[in-house]
Protein backbone atom coordinates (compact mmCIF):
# COMPACT_ATOMS: atom_id res chain seq x y z
CA UNK A 1 0.00 0.00 0.00
CA UNK A 2 3.18 1.97 0.86
CA UNK A 3 4.79 1.43 -2.59
CA UNK A 4 1.45 1.99 -4.28
CA UNK A 5 0.81 5.82 -2.43
CA UNK A 6 4.53 6.53 -3.36
CA UNK A 7 4.22 5.66 -6.75
CA UNK A 8 1.10 7.81 -6.85
CA UNK A 9 3.06 10.50 -5.32
CA UNK A 10 5.98 9.94 -7.90
CA UNK A 11 3.60 9.83 -11.06
CA UNK A 12 1.98 13.07 -9.74
CA UNK A 13 5.12 14.87 -9.33
CA UNK A 14 6.16 13.89 -12.75
CA UNK A 15 3.20 15.19 -14.58
CA UNK A 16 3.30 18.14 -12.57
CA UNK A 17 6.78 18.49 -13.79
CA UNK A 18 6.02 18.04 -17.38
CA UNK A 19 3.13 20.91 -16.98
CA UNK A 20 5.57 23.26 -15.20
CA UNK A 21 7.90 23.01 -18.16
CA UNK A 22 5.45 23.11 -20.98
CA UNK A 23 3.98 26.08 -19.55
CA UNK A 24 7.33 27.82 -19.39
CA UNK A 25 7.89 27.29 -23.30
CA UNK A 26 4.59 27.99 -23.94
CA UNK A 27 3.68 31.53 -22.30
CA UNK A 28 6.11 33.26 -23.79
CA UNK A 29 5.01 32.52 -27.24
CA UNK A 30 1.28 33.52 -26.47
CA UNK A 31 3.01 36.58 -25.19
CA UNK A 32 4.72 37.24 -28.12
CA UNK A 33 1.73 36.78 -29.99
CA UNK A 34 -0.39 39.11 -28.14
CA UNK A 35 2.03 41.65 -28.53
CA UNK A 36 2.28 41.25 -32.54
CA UNK A 37 -1.32 41.20 -32.98
CA UNK A 38 -1.55 44.14 -30.54
CA UNK A 39 1.27 46.79 -31.82
CA UNK A 40 2.08 45.56 -35.45
CA UNK A 41 -0.52 46.83 -37.10
CA UNK A 42 -2.66 43.98 -37.76
CA UNK A 43 -5.67 44.98 -35.89
CA UNK A 44 -5.50 48.65 -37.59
CA UNK A 45 -8.72 49.92 -38.50
CA UNK A 46 -9.70 51.30 -41.56
CA UNK A 47 -10.52 54.81 -39.73
CA UNK A 48 -8.45 55.73 -37.06
CA UNK A 49 -9.84 56.70 -33.55
CA UNK A 50 -9.52 60.56 -32.08
CA UNK A 51 -7.60 59.16 -29.64
CA UNK A 52 -5.36 57.58 -32.03
CA UNK A 53 -5.11 60.69 -33.86
CA UNK A 54 -4.07 62.78 -31.31
CA UNK A 55 -1.85 60.51 -29.76
CA UNK A 56 -0.33 60.46 -33.39
CA UNK A 57 -0.05 64.39 -33.13
CA UNK A 58 1.80 64.42 -29.94
CA UNK A 59 4.72 62.21 -31.24
CA UNK A 60 5.26 64.24 -34.37
CA UNK A 61 5.19 67.53 -32.17
CA UNK A 62 7.77 65.53 -30.44
CA UNK A 63 9.55 63.90 -33.53
CA UNK A 64 10.29 68.07 -34.87
CA UNK A 65 11.18 69.48 -31.96
CA UNK A 66 13.88 66.31 -31.54
CA UNK A 67 15.30 66.79 -34.84
CA UNK A 68 16.32 71.06 -34.56
CA UNK A 69 19.09 71.74 -32.13
CA UNK A 70 19.65 71.91 -28.81
CA UNK A 71 21.41 75.23 -28.91
CA UNK A 72 18.16 78.62 -29.24
CA UNK A 73 20.96 80.12 -31.56
CA UNK A 74 21.02 77.37 -34.13
CA UNK A 75 17.42 76.51 -33.93
CA UNK A 76 16.23 78.90 -36.71
CA UNK A 77 19.09 78.43 -38.95
CA UNK A 78 17.88 74.76 -39.02
CA UNK A 79 14.62 75.67 -39.47
CA UNK A 80 15.52 77.85 -42.28
CA UNK A 81 17.62 75.93 -44.29
CA UNK A 82 15.26 73.17 -43.98
CA UNK A 83 12.60 74.90 -45.67
CA UNK A 84 14.53 76.30 -48.27
CA UNK A 85 15.78 73.04 -48.93
CA UNK A 86 12.17 71.73 -49.92
CA UNK A 87 11.19 74.94 -51.71
CA UNK A 88 14.71 74.12 -53.97
CA UNK A 89 13.33 70.75 -54.45
CA UNK A 90 9.80 72.36 -55.52
CA UNK A 91 8.14 69.93 -52.57
CA UNK A 92 5.57 72.69 -51.71
CA UNK A 93 3.68 70.10 -49.26
CA UNK A 94 6.66 69.31 -47.26
CA UNK A 95 7.91 73.14 -47.20
CA UNK A 96 4.32 74.03 -45.66
CA UNK A 97 4.63 70.96 -43.46
CA UNK A 98 7.67 72.68 -41.68
CA UNK A 99 6.41 75.68 -42.25
CA UNK A 100 3.48 74.97 -39.94
CA UNK A 101 5.99 72.73 -37.00
CA UNK A 102 8.09 76.46 -36.69
CA UNK A 103 6.43 76.46 -33.00
CA UNK A 104 8.56 72.97 -32.34
CA UNK A 105 11.19 73.89 -33.84
CA UNK A 106 11.97 77.39 -32.88
CA UNK A 107 13.39 78.63 -29.93
CA UNK A 108 10.97 79.94 -27.12
CA UNK A 109 11.06 83.38 -27.73
CA UNK A 110 10.31 83.19 -31.53
CA UNK A 111 7.39 80.63 -30.92
CA UNK A 112 6.21 83.77 -28.38
CA UNK A 113 6.76 85.97 -31.14
CA UNK A 114 5.02 84.03 -34.15
CA UNK A 115 1.91 82.66 -31.80
CA UNK A 116 0.85 86.21 -31.38
CA UNK A 117 1.35 86.88 -35.01
CA UNK A 118 -0.29 83.76 -35.87
CA UNK A 119 -3.26 84.96 -33.19
CA UNK A 120 -3.56 88.25 -34.92
CA UNK A 121 -4.72 86.63 -37.91
CA UNK A 122 -8.19 86.71 -39.28
CA UNK A 123 -8.64 84.29 -41.76
CA UNK A 124 -7.64 80.36 -42.25
CA UNK A 125 -7.56 77.58 -39.73
CA UNK A 126 -5.08 77.60 -37.09
CA UNK A 127 -2.19 75.59 -39.62
CA UNK A 128 -3.09 78.36 -42.29
CA UNK A 129 -2.23 81.06 -39.67
CA UNK A 130 0.83 79.13 -38.69
CA UNK A 131 2.04 79.25 -41.95
CA UNK A 132 1.57 81.87 -43.00
CA UNK A 133 3.03 83.63 -39.64
CA UNK A 134 6.20 81.58 -39.68
CA UNK A 135 6.50 82.65 -43.73
CA UNK A 136 6.76 86.47 -42.46
CA UNK A 137 10.07 85.22 -40.40
CA UNK A 138 11.46 84.42 -43.46
CA UNK A 139 13.86 86.62 -45.76
CA UNK A 140 11.76 88.13 -48.62
CA UNK A 141 13.24 85.50 -51.43
CA UNK A 142 12.40 82.86 -49.20
CA UNK A 143 8.70 83.85 -49.28
CA UNK A 144 8.68 84.52 -53.04
CA UNK A 145 10.30 81.70 -53.69
CA UNK A 146 7.18 79.87 -52.22
CA UNK A 147 4.96 81.42 -53.53
CA UNK A 148 6.28 80.81 -57.21
CA UNK A 149 6.78 76.71 -56.08
CA UNK A 150 2.89 77.17 -55.05
CA UNK A 151 2.10 78.22 -58.22
CA UNK A 152 3.69 75.83 -60.23
CA UNK A 153 2.42 73.10 -58.08
CA UNK A 154 -0.97 73.87 -58.75
CA UNK A 155 -0.48 74.42 -62.56
CA UNK A 156 1.48 70.73 -62.01
CA UNK A 157 -1.67 69.10 -60.33
CA UNK A 158 -4.06 70.16 -63.08
CA UNK A 159 -2.11 68.89 -66.27
CA UNK A 160 -2.62 65.37 -67.80
CA UNK A 161 -0.41 62.98 -68.00
CA UNK A 162 2.46 62.74 -70.55
CA UNK A 163 1.81 60.54 -73.31
CA UNK A 164 2.96 57.04 -72.63
CA UNK A 165 5.85 55.28 -74.70
CA UNK A 166 5.03 51.98 -76.77
CA UNK A 167 7.36 49.34 -76.73
CA UNK A 168 8.48 50.20 -80.15
CA UNK A 169 9.18 53.67 -79.33
CA UNK A 170 6.30 55.36 -81.17
CA UNK A 171 4.27 57.21 -78.52
CA UNK A 172 0.57 55.28 -78.15
CA UNK A 173 -1.19 58.55 -79.21
CA UNK A 174 0.13 58.24 -82.37
CA UNK A 175 -2.45 55.11 -83.02
CA UNK A 176 -5.28 57.51 -82.65
CA UNK A 177 -3.97 61.50 -83.60
CA UNK A 178 -6.02 62.56 -86.16
CA UNK A 179 -9.01 59.97 -85.34
CA UNK A 180 -12.10 61.78 -85.24
CA UNK A 181 -13.64 59.05 -83.74
CA UNK A 182 -11.28 58.16 -80.83
CA UNK A 183 -11.63 61.82 -79.85
CA UNK A 184 -15.78 61.75 -79.71
CA UNK A 185 -15.37 58.22 -77.49
CA UNK A 186 -12.16 60.04 -75.09
CA UNK A 187 -13.94 63.45 -74.84
CA UNK A 188 -15.49 62.38 -71.48
CA UNK A 189 -12.67 61.54 -69.68
CA UNK A 190 -10.53 64.26 -70.17
CA UNK A 191 -11.30 65.99 -67.26
CA UNK A 192 -8.60 66.75 -64.81
CA UNK A 193 -9.97 63.69 -62.53
CA UNK A 194 -9.32 60.96 -65.16
CA UNK A 195 -6.23 62.84 -66.42
CA UNK A 196 -3.15 60.45 -64.97
CA UNK A 197 -5.60 57.37 -66.19
CA UNK A 198 -5.45 58.43 -69.60
CA UNK A 199 -7.67 57.49 -72.38
CA UNK A 200 -9.83 54.48 -73.31
CA UNK A 201 -7.98 54.42 -76.73
CA UNK A 202 -5.19 54.20 -75.04
CA UNK A 203 -6.21 51.50 -72.96
CA UNK A 204 -7.33 49.63 -76.06
CA UNK A 205 -3.72 49.97 -77.80
CA UNK A 206 -1.88 48.25 -74.20
CA UNK A 207 -4.36 45.99 -74.53
CA UNK A 208 -3.49 44.60 -77.26
CA UNK A 209 0.10 44.73 -77.21
CA UNK A 210 -0.24 42.99 -73.87
CA UNK A 211 -2.09 40.49 -75.39
CA UNK A 212 1.07 39.88 -78.56
CA UNK A 213 3.28 39.74 -75.61
CA UNK A 214 4.89 42.75 -75.97
CA UNK A 215 6.75 44.59 -73.26
CA UNK A 216 3.90 46.27 -71.27
CA UNK A 217 3.38 47.24 -67.56
CA UNK A 218 0.48 44.81 -66.55
CA UNK A 219 0.28 46.41 -62.91
CA UNK A 220 -0.32 49.89 -64.70
CA UNK A 221 -2.32 48.17 -67.19
CA UNK A 222 -4.65 46.81 -64.79
CA UNK A 223 -4.91 50.14 -62.89
CA UNK A 224 -5.74 51.77 -65.88
CA UNK A 225 -8.14 49.06 -67.17
CA UNK A 226 -10.35 49.26 -63.70
CA UNK A 227 -10.50 52.88 -62.89
CA UNK A 228 -11.81 53.70 -67.01
CA UNK A 229 -13.86 50.73 -66.74
CA UNK A 230 -15.71 52.20 -64.14
CA UNK A 231 -16.06 56.21 -65.24
CA UNK A 232 -19.82 55.87 -66.68
CA UNK A 233 -20.75 55.05 -63.30
CA UNK A 234 -21.94 57.89 -61.22
CA UNK A 235 -21.39 56.83 -57.42
CA UNK A 236 -19.10 57.66 -54.57
CA UNK A 237 -17.32 54.74 -54.53
CA UNK A 238 -16.26 54.90 -58.05
CA UNK A 239 -15.12 58.45 -57.63
CA UNK A 240 -12.86 57.33 -54.74
CA UNK A 241 -11.46 54.25 -56.68
CA UNK A 242 -10.33 56.22 -59.27
CA UNK A 243 -8.64 58.71 -57.74
CA UNK A 244 -6.78 56.44 -55.98
CA UNK A 245 -5.92 54.37 -59.08
CA UNK A 246 -4.68 57.28 -60.62
CA UNK A 247 -2.26 58.58 -57.41
CA UNK A 248 -1.29 54.64 -57.78
CA UNK A 249 -0.54 54.91 -61.45
CA UNK A 250 1.41 58.42 -60.77
CA UNK A 251 3.53 56.13 -57.81
CA UNK A 252 4.14 53.06 -60.23
CA UNK A 253 5.47 55.24 -63.40
CA UNK A 254 7.46 57.63 -61.33
CA UNK A 255 9.40 54.39 -59.89
CA UNK A 256 8.37 55.24 -56.00
CA UNK A 257 6.61 52.26 -54.67
CA UNK A 258 8.46 49.77 -52.92
CA UNK A 259 9.06 46.29 -54.12
CA UNK A 260 7.41 44.80 -51.14
CA UNK A 261 4.20 47.32 -52.28
CA UNK A 262 4.58 46.08 -55.44
CA UNK A 263 3.55 42.36 -55.09
CA UNK A 264 1.06 43.01 -52.53
CA UNK A 265 -0.98 45.27 -55.06
CA UNK A 266 -0.37 42.97 -57.57
CA UNK A 267 -2.09 40.26 -55.90
CA UNK A 268 -4.62 42.47 -54.88
CA UNK A 269 -5.28 43.83 -58.99
CA UNK A 270 -5.16 40.08 -59.97
CA UNK A 271 -8.12 38.89 -57.74
CA UNK A 272 -9.88 42.32 -58.51
CA UNK A 273 -9.15 41.44 -62.32
CA UNK A 274 -7.74 38.00 -63.00
CA UNK A 275 -6.25 37.12 -65.72
CA UNK A 276 -8.36 34.22 -66.84
CA UNK A 277 -11.08 36.09 -67.42
CA UNK A 278 -9.53 39.35 -68.50
CA UNK A 279 -7.74 37.50 -71.68
CA UNK A 280 -10.59 35.33 -73.37
CA UNK A 281 -12.83 38.87 -72.52
CA UNK A 282 -10.14 40.96 -74.88
CA UNK A 283 -9.42 38.09 -77.31
CA UNK A 284 -12.99 38.43 -78.02
CA UNK A 285 -13.00 42.20 -78.26
CA UNK A 286 -10.00 42.27 -80.68
CA UNK A 287 -11.37 38.99 -82.48
CA UNK A 288 -12.57 40.90 -85.82
CA UNK A 289 -11.99 44.40 -87.01
CA UNK A 290 -13.94 47.36 -86.57
CA UNK A 291 -13.49 51.12 -86.00
CA UNK A 292 -11.73 52.89 -83.53
CA UNK A 293 -14.72 54.18 -81.66
CA UNK A 294 -16.50 50.17 -81.63
CA UNK A 295 -12.58 48.90 -80.61
CA UNK A 296 -12.57 50.77 -77.73
CA UNK A 297 -16.02 50.12 -76.72
CA UNK A 298 -15.89 46.36 -76.91
CA UNK A 299 -12.25 46.71 -74.77
CA UNK A 300 -14.50 48.47 -71.85
CA UNK A 301 -16.37 45.74 -71.88
CA UNK A 302 -14.27 43.13 -71.68
CA UNK A 303 -12.60 45.08 -68.74
CA UNK A 304 -16.32 45.32 -66.90
CA UNK A 305 -17.05 42.20 -67.38
CA UNK A 306 -14.00 40.68 -65.83
CA UNK A 307 -13.47 42.68 -62.99
CA UNK A 308 -14.50 40.30 -59.92
CA UNK A 309 -16.88 41.49 -58.03
CA UNK A 310 -15.31 40.25 -54.70
CA UNK A 311 -11.33 40.78 -55.32
CA UNK A 312 -12.36 44.39 -56.08
CA UNK A 313 -14.40 44.38 -52.52
CA UNK A 314 -10.77 43.77 -50.80
CA UNK A 315 -9.18 46.16 -53.45
CA UNK A 316 -11.21 49.49 -52.66
CA UNK A 317 -10.39 48.76 -48.67
CA UNK A 318 -7.32 49.85 -49.95
CA UNK A 319 -8.04 52.32 -52.73
CA UNK A 320 -10.44 54.27 -49.70
CA UNK A 321 -6.94 54.81 -47.69
CA UNK A 322 -4.87 55.83 -50.80
CA UNK A 323 -7.87 58.22 -51.23
CA UNK A 324 -8.39 59.73 -47.99
CA UNK A 325 -4.04 60.20 -47.83
CA UNK A 326 -4.51 62.28 -51.56
CA UNK A 327 -7.73 64.31 -49.70
CA UNK A 328 -5.73 65.40 -46.85
CA UNK A 329 -2.74 66.61 -48.81
CA UNK A 330 -3.03 66.29 -52.75
CA UNK A 331 -1.98 63.60 -55.37
CA UNK A 332 1.79 64.47 -55.26
CA UNK A 333 2.42 64.47 -51.69
CA UNK A 334 0.15 61.16 -51.18
CA UNK A 335 2.86 59.42 -54.18
CA UNK A 336 5.61 60.60 -51.38
CA UNK A 337 4.06 58.87 -48.44
CA UNK A 338 2.98 56.24 -49.81
CA UNK A 339 6.59 55.54 -51.12
CA UNK A 340 7.53 54.11 -47.68
CA UNK A 341 4.55 52.04 -48.20
CA UNK A 342 5.38 47.62 -47.64
CA UNK A 343 1.68 46.23 -46.93
CA UNK A 344 -1.82 46.88 -45.90
CA UNK A 345 -0.57 47.96 -42.28
CA UNK A 346 1.52 50.60 -43.07
CA UNK A 347 -0.66 52.22 -46.41
CA UNK A 348 -2.89 52.69 -42.68
CA UNK A 349 -0.18 54.10 -40.68
CA UNK A 350 0.45 56.77 -43.41
CA UNK A 351 -3.33 57.53 -43.23
CA UNK A 352 -3.06 57.92 -39.28
CA UNK A 353 -0.13 60.40 -39.81
CA UNK A 354 -1.76 62.27 -42.76
CA UNK A 355 -5.04 62.86 -40.39
CA UNK A 356 -3.02 63.63 -37.60
CA UNK A 357 -0.36 65.93 -39.12
CA UNK A 358 -1.44 66.79 -43.07
CA UNK A 359 1.44 68.32 -44.80
CA UNK A 360 3.23 67.93 -41.80
CA UNK A 361 3.34 63.84 -42.58
CA UNK A 362 5.41 64.85 -45.79
CA UNK A 363 7.58 67.06 -43.84
CA UNK A 364 7.98 63.93 -41.23
CA UNK A 365 8.37 61.66 -43.67
CA UNK A 366 10.75 63.55 -46.04
CA UNK A 367 13.15 64.13 -42.98
CA UNK A 368 12.40 60.93 -41.16
CA UNK A 369 11.88 58.11 -44.14
CA UNK A 370 10.54 55.22 -43.29
CA UNK A 371 11.40 55.17 -39.78
CA UNK A 372 8.53 58.34 -39.98
CA UNK A 373 5.82 55.09 -39.47
CA UNK A 374 6.69 54.62 -36.08
CA UNK A 375 5.23 57.69 -34.75
CA UNK A 376 2.03 56.56 -35.92
CA UNK A 377 0.37 54.83 -32.59
CA UNK A 378 -2.95 53.49 -32.57
CA UNK A 379 -2.77 51.99 -29.25
CA UNK A 380 -4.57 48.37 -28.89
CA UNK A 381 -7.50 47.79 -30.48
CA UNK A 382 -9.37 44.40 -28.61
CA UNK A 383 -10.24 41.60 -31.61
CA UNK A 384 -11.58 38.63 -30.34
CA UNK A 385 -8.33 36.75 -31.07
CA UNK A 386 -6.27 38.99 -29.38
CA UNK A 387 -9.11 38.52 -26.01
CA UNK A 388 -8.95 34.72 -26.80
CA UNK A 389 -5.11 34.73 -26.61
CA UNK A 390 -5.32 37.25 -23.78
CA UNK A 391 -7.40 34.46 -21.85
CA UNK A 392 -4.90 31.71 -22.69
CA UNK A 393 -2.23 33.23 -21.21
CA UNK A 394 -3.95 34.48 -17.93
CA UNK A 395 -5.22 30.36 -17.43
CA UNK A 396 -1.64 29.37 -18.40
CA UNK A 397 -0.89 31.69 -15.56
CA UNK A 398 -3.29 30.20 -13.03
CA UNK A 399 -2.05 26.86 -13.86
CA UNK A 400 1.16 27.44 -13.21
CA UNK A 401 0.85 29.00 -9.94
CA UNK A 402 -1.03 25.95 -8.94
CA UNK A 403 1.13 23.47 -10.06
CA UNK A 404 3.97 25.62 -8.09
CA UNK A 405 1.65 25.80 -4.83
CA UNK A 406 1.10 22.53 -5.44
CA UNK A 407 4.69 21.48 -5.39
CA UNK A 408 5.71 23.57 -2.24
CA UNK A 409 2.83 22.28 -0.15
CA UNK A 410 3.99 18.53 -1.08
CA UNK A 411 7.28 19.19 -0.41
CA UNK A 412 6.64 20.89 2.88
CA UNK A 413 4.54 17.95 4.65
CA UNK A 414 6.97 15.39 3.13
CA UNK A 415 8.04 13.30 5.99
CA UNK A 416 11.61 13.38 6.72
CA UNK A 417 13.92 10.33 5.79
CA UNK A 418 15.18 8.20 9.06
CA UNK A 419 18.62 7.44 8.54
CA UNK A 420 19.17 3.54 8.89
CA UNK A 421 21.33 3.09 12.44
CA UNK A 422 24.85 1.71 11.77
Known amino acids: MAR ?41 SDAPSVEAIDQTRNNMDEAFAAMAPRNAADKYKFWHDIVLRELTARDVNAAR ?17 LMVAANAEVTGTED ?14 VSQRFAAALGS ?18 PDEATTEGDPAADEEDAPVTEARFALLGTHADLANHSERWLEGDRVDKLVLKITGIGLAQT ?3 DSDVETNIRALSILKSARRSRR ?31 ELATTKVRVERVRAAYQGAIDPTGLARLETDLAQIDR ?98
Not at 97 to 113: C, H, I, N, W, Y
Not at 275 to 283: F, G, H, I, Q
Request: net charge neutral.
Open 325 to 422: IGSLTDPSAAVTLIEQVKDSADLRRVRLIAEAGGDRSVALVKQMGPHALRIADTGVRWTRELVLQFMGLTAAGLIMFWVTLSTFRRNLHRPPRLEAPQ
Open 153 to 170: ARNQNTQAEPVEESGSGT
Open 97 to 113: GFLMTAPQMLSRDEVKE
Open 232 to 234: GDQ
Open 128 to 141: ERIAMAALRKLPVE
Open 4 to 44: RRKRSIRSSGWMQAVIFNSLLILMPVIGAQILGGAFSGATF
Open 257 to 287: ITPEFTEYLTDRLDDALPDSALKPALEDAFA
